[in-house]
């Protein structure tokens, strides 16, 4: 098949809007959804400072790709999160990937700070919800310590429809009323916005290739049956029987999100007794998981020349 644009062979095939493209035309059509994506949804200024959390992963590789290309002033933050050889290499890939694009890269090793990887902590709470816990709270307070003004994250739009999803499966309103591609910022919670909010996992798979971008394949270990993935695999189903599926459910979430709104419960935030950031309890969720009795300072260290 040929392109719809042009005379050249066909990359790939949209299904939703349905469409033949060629490599150029594609990565054309991709820089341009994510472009309208910042600009209907204000998600970032030109100058502002913005920190990129990469993993390794497709997603966050291609969302610092596509935001270095459209002349964003990024920087980004890897977080080992100490799960043997999936970290090891995982840290290898966010370094080529920075690399590539030539964008600052900032290492948070959780092992040697916290003196035990994710998976190795001896706590009630699920691996999956401590390291959570863990990866939102260093990504906030690097943020926070060192005066970006907004965190970008890559999910795209299999991840916020599965979330939506999940989240109606089991009538968690209060996370209903507050989910969408901003998250404002709020005291000492930096702004979070999602700029592959409206691209799905095939389109990001298709223009990391088309881009040459190397990443990640392996999932993590401890992934392995989460619900989330068969959430995922339910709206995959229904995109195939009716495309456009995923992208009509999420627009629709958003329309409709203020009925949820009556649900947020107002609670007030205190100061952490270690830390010092919010807390609904004396000490954060983070603090309490790792039993800090000390404040961890993620300020970046001046570079020292020997020159
Ligand atoms: S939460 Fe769970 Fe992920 Fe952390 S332990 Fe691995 S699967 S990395 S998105």
Request: positive net charge; hydrophobic residues 35%.
């Amino acid at each position: 098949m040929k392109c719809k644009f042009c005379e050249k062979k066909a990359f790939i095939k949209l299904h939703y809007p349905k469409m033949y493209l060629c490599r150029e035309h594609f990565i054309e059509y991709f820089e341009r959804k994510v472009k309208r994506t910042i600009e209907k949804y204000k998600l970032l200024k030109r100058d502002e400072r913005i920190l990129v959390v990469v993993s390794g992963g497709k997603d966050s590789a291609v969302v610092s790709y596509v935001l270095k290309k459209l002349g964003y002033n990024i920087e980004c933050l890897y977080i080992n999160l100490g799960i043997g050889e999936y970290s090891a290499k995982s840290e290898e890939y966010a370094k080529k990937q920075c690399e590539m694009i030539n964008a600052k890269l900032h290492i948070v090793r959780v092992r040697e700070l916290l003196g035990a990887g994710i998976g190795e902590l001896k706590t009630s709470r699920p691996t999956c919800s401590y390291c959570g816990i863990t990866k939102r709270y260093i990504f906030n307070k690097f943020a926070y310590d060192n005066g970006f003004d907004v965190i970008v994250t890559g999910h795209n739009l299999d991840d916020e429809a599965s979330f939506i999803f999940g989240n109606i499966m089991n009538w968690n309103t209060q996370y209903l009323a507050k989910q969408g591609p901003l998250l404002p910022g709020e005291g000492k919670f930096v702004k979070k916005v999602k700029p592959l909010y409206e691209v799905t996992e095939r389109e990001v798979v298709a223009y990391a290739l088309a881009v040459g971008i190397d990443y990640m394949v392996e999932e993590c270990p401890h992934a392995r049956g989460a619900t989330t993935l068969s959430y995922k695999e339910i709206l995959n189903d229904m995109e195939e029987k009716r495309p456009g599926t995923k992208i009509n459910f999420v627009k629709g979430y958003l329309r409709k999100r203020h009925l949820f709104e009556q649900e947020i419960e107002e609670v007030e935030f205190k100061e952490c007794k270690v830390c010092g950031m919010p807390a609904l309890g004396e000490k954060c969720s983070f603090c309490k998981v790792w039993r800090l009795e000390k404040p961890i300072d993620f300020r970046i260290k001046p570079q020292i020349s020997s020159t």
